[in-house]
């Protein structure tokens, strides 16, 4: 047990880390349009009017676990709620 702890675990760990630096470092020969972080809204974001009338029910939820899905209605407040 004491040969693992003392050479097999820390080469584990030294391994892990040249691993994970090579696969970090090699953004910097990707070309400049991979080498950036990905973007965080939608290239072309869709219409609300686009979606179909079965997108709207979401399986049949009961009103609760709706709008914890959806989100509240524009109209009820979180004051009104309290």
């Known amino acids: 047990m004491a040969f693992f702890r003392q050479y097999i675990a820390p080469l584990l760990v030294v391994l892990v880390f040249i691993v994970s630096l090579v696969a ?3 953004r910097i020969f990707l070309p400049n349009d ?3 972080p990905a ?3 939608e290239v072309n974001p869709t219409s609300d009017k686009a979606q179909s009338p079965a997108a ?3 399986a049949d939820l009961p009103p609760a676990l709706s709008a914890l899905l959806k989100g509240l209605p524009d109209e009820l407040g979180l004051s009104e709620q309290l």
């Open 34 to 36: 991979m080498a950036a």
């Open 56 to 58: 709207d029910s979401v």
């Open 39 to 41: 973007p965080i809204e």
């Open 24 to 26: 970090v470092s090699a």
